[in-house]
């Protein structure tokens, strides 16, 4: 397993910095990438997955995205996107094969190896029942977990979420990152997830980047990034932690008082 | 809207049957469609022997049968045909019949691979100006009386071939220059169209005594079918059919929007640039040897998306058989019907197929594009 680094990243439009940002993750850890909207979360994940240009460098092991082709960099980091499009009439199996497009063979035929992979990642991720069902007929969960399964698919080491959970009610949310987190653990997975919900982001990241207006505001373990000094400046509202003995940090915001 | 009962988000409990039994639907999803195959290969088979069978001089179905286990090599069966019936069937039947096979599944790759590469349902093998260009290579070598022929080709197809590549060149440059995105080149396409349909609408005015032939060259026919013209469209159609095919899951990932398919590892922009060159090839060696017939690139691969199953896996295969079956069948009733006069063939392509597209459309509950 090799470790994820990118370094001097940089993309601009025009003047305006959109991302400048540096770092490394062993392989296996969980990086959670906060901040506002428009800090660049979702620009950084593009960078990782090879989909938006950018300066500098980024590499998983000795492998530079510079180097490798879309299918090599496709085998290494997958991408599991906030809005997916979804095919109208297209099956739940035959959109997880798109995670082997990666690994087609030069006359395109899907192999049993294909079949095998995508039939074990649909079994583990529960969606056997709805192999053969069409996308447009399934619930956002199950489609968010469809999705999963075609980055799964892959093989890649590094699993890039952009903001996972956005489109889910409250036990989707936990239900999904828990299969992150397991299939993280099971797979060795590298984890690279944008976060909007700051809870969440510190029951499951180990690594915590924080980013505003393009930069990096803070970064490192859960102490360092989610205290309320750090979190308060950057969002802009007063941002109260609590801690509960059972589930450690509860991080929300504090309604201003109403005007007099 | 659907009539399904309500489905549930909640995963099955751990003891609802394991492994294989629950996989199930994972083979099903992933089976080859073998019924759909069987009907297509009985129909291409029943449509291939009528045509044979039925015409001027009738021959008997058997006689044909068996004549056609004959023409393959390592094959010695006694047909029963006389000679007479032997010519028939081996110099005007046969080549007609496979002319017409291999157009209906050039226009129908063609027109798979266009509706993937641009994800539009209204796509048509016609739709970068290949069907314009061509009309106005024909228009210019009957109006001018060139003689262009070379060696077995003669001088309208020629005509054809040249101007359906000059338009879709230009329609390609036009596009590229613009980004090449799929728009870019739909909209470039739309106007080298345009432009070629003026030249040769302007030139048909000027020359209203060649009309006539031009005009019978545009509907599309198949009456000058010979082994010369199977000989010309076939490298195309093997070689190009073969590519389209070989792209068939490339077409499904451009499904999920050029963003998502270049983050799986695909590229969008190679592939549209192979496919729409190929594609655009393989329509202007159709058209020049059969003339413009609408209609079937269209609408064959909506038939099977809309009987079959949506995936580029399934269409692609079936619409070299299917378009096939379409136009053999379509050349049977448009020498028949006016017997001993000959229908244009895409006067019946359209008068045919487009009420039963209408029919299969109507039925289908599946969204198209």
């Known amino acids: 397993m090799s470790r994820l680094r990118w370094s001097d990243v940089e993309v601009l439009d025009g003047d305006r910095l959109r991302l400048r940002t540096d770092g490394e993750l062993r392989s296996g850890a969980w990086l959670a990438v906060l901040g506002p909207n428009g800090a660049g979360k979702s620009t950084f994940l593009r960078c990782l997955a090879g989909m938006e240009d950018h300066g500098g460098h980024v590499m998983v092991g000795d492998q530079r995205q510079a180097s490798a082709s879309r299918a090599e960099w496709a085998r290494r980091v997958a991408l599991v996107p906030q809005n997916p499009v979804v095919p109208e009439g297209m099956s739940v199996a035959e959109y997880v094969l798109l995670g082997r497009t990666a690994h087609l063979s030069w006359f395109g035929a899907e192999g049993a190896d294909d079949r095998s992979r995508v039939a074990e990642v649909i079994d583990q991720l529960d969606l056997a029942e709805l192999a053969d069902r069409p996308l447009d007929r399934i619930s956002g969960g199950e489609l968010q977990r469809a999705t999963l399964a075609r980055a799964l698919v892959t093989e890649a080491e590094v699993l890039l979420l952009d903001e996972p959970t956005s489109a889910l009610d409250l036990a989707h949310q936990l239900h999904v990152l828990e299969l992150v987190d397991e299939v993280r653990r099971a797979r060795g997975l590298t984890v690279v997830a944008a976060m909007h919900d700051l809870t969440l982001a510190g029951r499951f990241a180990d690594r915590l980047t924080l980013l505003a207006d393009g930069e990096t505001v803070a970064a490192g373990g859960v102490d360092d990034v989610l205290t309320s000094a750090v979190l308060s400046r950057t969002y802009g509202v007063d941002i109260r932690i609590l801690d509960d003995p059972d ?8 309604p201003r008082p109403p005007a007099t | 809207m659907t009539t399904g009962p309500a489905t549930s988000s909640v995963p099955p409990p751990a003891d609802a049957g394991v492994g294989a039994d629950r996989l199930g639907s994972v083979a099903r999803a992933f089976r080859i469609p073998a019924v759909s195959w069987l009907v297509a290969a009985v129909a291409l088979f029943v449509v291939v022997v009528a045509s044979l069978a039925v015409g001027a001089v009738d021959l008997p179905a058997r006689g044909v049968f068996l004549g056609l286990l004959d023409a393959l090599p390592l094959v010695e069966v006694d047909s029963g045909l006389d000679e007479r019936q032997q ?29 993937g590469v641009f994800r539009n349902p209204l796509a048509d093998p016609f739709l970068l100006g290949v069907g314009a260009g061509a009309g106005l290579g024909a228009t210019v070598v009957v ?5 262009v022929g070379w060696g077995p080709i003669s001088s309208i197809p020629l005509g054809a071939f040249i101007g359906a590549l000059a338009a879709a060149f230009l329609a390609f440059s036009v596009g590229r220059a613009a980004g090449g995105g799929a728009g870019a080149l739909l909209l470039a396409g739309v106007a080298a169209a345009a432009f070629f349909t003026a030249i040769q609408t302007f030139l048909q005015q000027r020359n209203t005594d060649v009309l006539r032939i031009v005009y019978s060259w545009i509907q599309g026919s198949l009456g000058t079918a010979g082994w010369s013209e199977v000989r010309l469209l076939l490298p195309y159609t093997v070689v190009a059919g073969a590519v389209i095919v070989a792209h068939r899951r490339h077409l499904d990932v451009l499904r999920v929007g050029e963003a998502e398919a270049r983050s799986l590892g695909a590229d969008p922009a190679r592939i549209r640039v192979t496919l729409v060159i190929v594609a655009s090839l393989l329509t202007a060696a159709a058209v020049s040897v059969s003339g413009l017939i609408s209609f079937v690139g269209l609408v064959v691969p909506h038939v099977i998306r809309l009987t079959v199953g949506s995936s580029y896996r399934v269409i692609v295969p079936l619409a070299g058989v299917v378009g096939a079956t379409f136009l053999i069948g379509a050349d049977l009733v448009a020498r028949t019907v006016l017997a001993p006069a ?8 359209a008068f045919v197929g487009a009420p039963f597209f209408g029919f299969i459309l109507h039925r289908s509950r599946r969204t198209i594009g």
């Open chain 1, 247 to 254: 589930l450690g940090r509860i991080i929300t915001p504090v």
């Open chain 2, 87 to 115: 010519v028939i069937l081996e110099q005007w039947r046969l080549p007609r019949v496979m002319l017409a096979g291999l157009v209906g599944a050039s226009l129908s790759w063609s027109g798979a691979a266009y509706q």
């Open chain 2, 143 to 147: 109006v001018f009386g060139l003689d």
């Open chain 2, 342 to 349: 000959e229908l244009p063939i895409g006067v019946v392509t």
